[in-house]
């Protein structure tokens, strides 16, 4: 009875059996101790009683004696079977966690230990996963925090940021830089952290500045902005950081134009933005404004909406730099 008191307190499903199994295991225990002890009793009592009455009735008890040790003999096989039927799961399951694994050797306590080391030992797993995925998704905010400090530096929202010879009008991208060379702009782009991509590519950008008379800031603000900074798969396998669609087509990438250099694109987007939306007889000219050219170049759906702040926080970065 103490037994089954104290295994019904246990919750845990393996615990559950175990507690069946080791009362099972305790009772035989205590049946090994208790048969041959009254086999013993009632021997000696009908030994006494033979010899009492030794005559006509001794070969009755003799004959009671016999039935009651074949008997004992058979109540004693039927638990020792048992027994030796869980000592044999006991040793054929090799899983340790397995509930017959410790039915022969361990107490419930020493089960009770293992599990509950074994259930510290995942929770304690469980808090380094949970660790490392809040770390992550720390990373995660630090980094778009960091974006979004890097595209807001120096932005003005509209109108006209000038220094000196130095010029980026968001009302007239048609008025070139001031820059006196490419050197000047690749100066300025190495030193603007973010966009040191750019500034291998700063002797095309220049030249197609002074052809087509495309603000160079403007240029390279809106190239920033359709390629992630250069690390699109469009840019890197089509030669195409501004978006452009058309022919020849990029293979894998829909219907954007491959092109064969990053010299040949900035040539092309140079020409693109400087002749067709920057020009009064441009196919795409709404005006000179950053405002006036997105309708088209971008359009007005919701990947468009931070287009025109976009462009202006990357073009401001070069500019701030190349002013100083």
Known sequence: MIYLIYFAEVNDACLTMLGILFFIRELLKIVFI?????????LTVDFVKGVISFGDDSK?????????VIYTMVLFLIPATIYGLFSALGVAVDDSESCWAYVNEKSVGDVQKILK??????????EEELAKLNNKVKEKKETSKKLKTIIS???????????????LDWDDLSKTSGLASSSD???????????????????????AEQ???????????????????????????????????????????????????KKDFIDYHADLLGNEYLKEDGNHYHGTSIEDIVGTYCGTGSNCSDWVSSVKQFASLVYNQARK
């Open 211 to 261: 052809k087509y008379k495309v603000n160079v800031f403007f240029l390279i603000g809106v190239e920033a902005h359709e390629s992630g900074i250069l690390s699109s798969p469009i840019s890197q396998d089509c030669n195409n950081f501004g978006g452009v669609k058309g022919s020849p087509k990029c293979l894998g990438h829909g219907s954007y134009k491959k092109f064969k250099s």
């Open 34 to 42: 208790l048969i041959p002890i009254g086999l013993i009793v009632m």
């Open 60 to 68: 009755k008890i003799l004959s009671i004696v016999l039935r009651r």
């Open 117 to 126: 080391d074994q259930e510290e030992k995942r929770a304690k797993e469980r």
């Open 185 to 207: 702009l690749k100066k300025a782009l190495n030193n603007t952290k973010q966009l040191k991509k750019f500034a291998p590519y700063s002797a095309f950008l220049f030249e």
């Open 153 to 167: 530096e120096g932005v003005s929202d509209s109108g006209s940021t000038a220094s000196g010879d130095i010029t």
